[in-house]
T-cell receptor
Framework: DAGITQSPRHKVTETGTPVTLRCHQT?????MYWYRQDPGHGLRLIHY???????DKGEVSDGYSVSRSKTEDFLLTLESATSSQTSVYFC???????????FGQGTRLTVV | DQQVKQNSPSLSVQEGRISILNCDYT??????FLWYKKYPAEGPTFLIS?????DKNEDGRFTVFLNKSAKHLSLHIVPSQPGDSAVYFC?????????????FGQGTTLQVKP
């Protein structure tokens, strides 16, 4: 399995504060993704990256931004957290030419 | 617009019997389909996949069937075991794209009773 870690694993934050979640992979995978998992919605793509400094929006990108300054790190930032962003966030990575993405263990974020 | 749909939120089967999980998609550009399994407090893990040039792929107890005309795929688990109890996500991608994006369904929670 790919070495992909997320930090923090759990976070509670207040409405209106900025929050950054980190994803780190050691497999030199080209593609990285951020998903959120919510009951009844499955996994929804927030943002993805197809290379260093190359990112694009997914289906639920409003309120989120990302950055990828190094191959191994993909950061997800909630500019001003809202209660609707309470969710479990998963990072994934994929190598060029592969089709099976590997996932991190998730970050449970609670916005109060 | 849900491009990948799993219309059954849950499924309960007896140990040793067959589990059949279903998935429908709407985008005819999808050409690769995957199933992921997820235990509580863990990330999803890849289970099995199928290319659109095939209609069946087997891996041990797991078989995925693809019906392109109906835009439907299913995952069969035979025989089902209690350890198979998990959430199963169907996912689809466009191999022709250079992003590797996976679009997921809502998930089906499988419970296998001893």
């Amino acid at each position: 399995d790919a070495g992909i870690t997320q930090s923090p694993r759990h976070k509670v934050t207040e409405t209106g504060t900025p929050v950054t979640l980190r994803c780190h992979q050691t497999e030199n995978h080209r593609y990285m993704y951020w998903y959120r998992q919510d009951p009844g919605h499955g996994l929804r793509l927030i943002h993805y990256s197809y290379g260093v400094k190359d990112t694009d929006k997914g289906e639920v990108s409003d309120g989120y931004s990302v950055s990828r300054s190094k191959t191994e790190d993909f950061l997800l930032t909630l500019e001003s957290a809202t209660s609707s962003q309470t969710s479990v966030y998963f990072c994934a990575s994929l190598d060029r030419g592969d089709t099976e993405a590997f996932f991190g263990q998730g970050t449970r974020l609670t916005v109060v | 617009d849900q491009q990948v749909k799993q219309n059954s939120p849950s499924l309960s089967v007896q140990e040793g019997r067959i589990s059949i999980l279903n998935c429908d998609y709407t985008n005819s550009m999808f050409d690769y389909f995957l199933w992921y399994k997820k235990y509580p407090a863990e990330g999803p893990t890849f289970l099995i996949s199928i290319s659109s040039i095939k209609d069946k792929n087997e891996d041990g107890r797991f078989t995925v069937f693809l019906n392109k005309s109906a835009k439907h795929l299913s995952l069969h688990i035979v025989p089902s075991q209690p350890g198979d109890s998990a959430v199963y996500f169907c996912a689809a991608s466009r191999g022709s794209s250079n992003t590797g994006k996976l679009i997921f369904g809502q998930g089906t929670t499988l419970q296998v009773k001893p």
